[in-house]
């Protein structure tokens, strides 16, 4: 199957730093989506990108679709406590195909 | 956003024994829905795709005999594990989508065979 890259697997940061995370993929996607996970829930949406080069921002998020659509990447500016959590991007082809998931970025944030 | 619920959050049961987890659009309508399993700190690993009134999809090393899906309704999805032993524990989740393009998932339920 597809496989995505996500990196980096884990962060340390200070409250108030700014974080990046990206995702790569051998093949291109029609879709990049970006999730939130805590400790024993489901996943949120955070941002979902249609369109090559589309950046898009939620709050403090922003999330662009890489120009050679193998790529993705998102942003947290002036974290929080609150932030913590695992960080997932997915991929998809085609609309109702499944979507492959990258392997996730934990981010720690200290107070 | 679209609200999608899963129940129960969390399961034991004894070894042997079957469990029903059901996954609910709340708002939408949903064709499509994913069933994943998810172990302690890892991703999300694809078990099998559902469509509505159609047979799953399930993904390669997937038993499809001891984890039944069913798709009655446009709002509903339920997961059966059979006959479960203790390395079925496990978090398994769903997921539900509006257009395709998207998917919201459900809470979660935990799964504890003993």
């Known amino acids: 199957g597809q496989q995505l890259n996500q990196s980096p697997q884990s962060m340390f940061i200070q409250e108030g730093e700014d974080v990046s995370m990206n995702c790569t993929s051998s093949?291109?996607?029609?879709?990049w989506l970006w999730y939130k996970q805590d400790p024993g829930e489901g996943p949120v949406l955070l941002i979902a990108?249609?369109?090559?080069?589309e950046l898009t921002s939620n709050g403090r998020l922003t999330a662009q679709f890489g120009i050679t659509r193998k790529d993705s990447f998102l942003n947290i500016s002036a974290s929080i406590p609150s932030d913590v959590g695992i960080y997932f991007c997915?991929?998809?082809?085609?609309?109702?195909?499944?979507?492959?998931f990258g392997s996730g970025t934990k981010l720690n944030v200290k107070p | 956003g679209a609200v999608v619920s899963q129940h129960p959050s969390w399961v034991i049961c004894k070894s042997g024994t079957s469990v029903k987890i059901e996954c609910r659009s709340l708002?939408?309508?949903?064709?499509?829905m994913f069933w994943y399993r998810q172990f302690p700190k890892q991703s999300l690993m694809l078990m099998a795709t559902?469509?509505?009134?159609?047979?799953?999809?399930?993904e390669q090393g997937v038993e499809k005999d001891k984890f039944l899906i069913n798709h009655a309704s446009l709002t509903l999805s339920t997961l059966t594990v059979t006959s479960a032993h203790p390395e079925d524990s496990s978090f398994y989740i769903c997921?539900?989508?509006?257009?395709?393009?998207?998917?919201?998932f459900g809470q979660g339920t935990r799964l504890t065979v003993v």
């Open positions: 997921s539900a989508s509006v257009t395709g393009a998207e998917a919201f």
């Open positions: 093949s291109i996607f029609n879709t």
């Open positions: 990108l249609y369109k090559a080069g």
């Open positions: 997915a991929g998809q082809l085609n609309n109702f195909n499944k979507f492959y």
């Open positions: 708002d939408f309508q949903a064709t499509t």
């Open positions: 559902s469509n509505e009134g159609s047979k799953a999809t399930y």
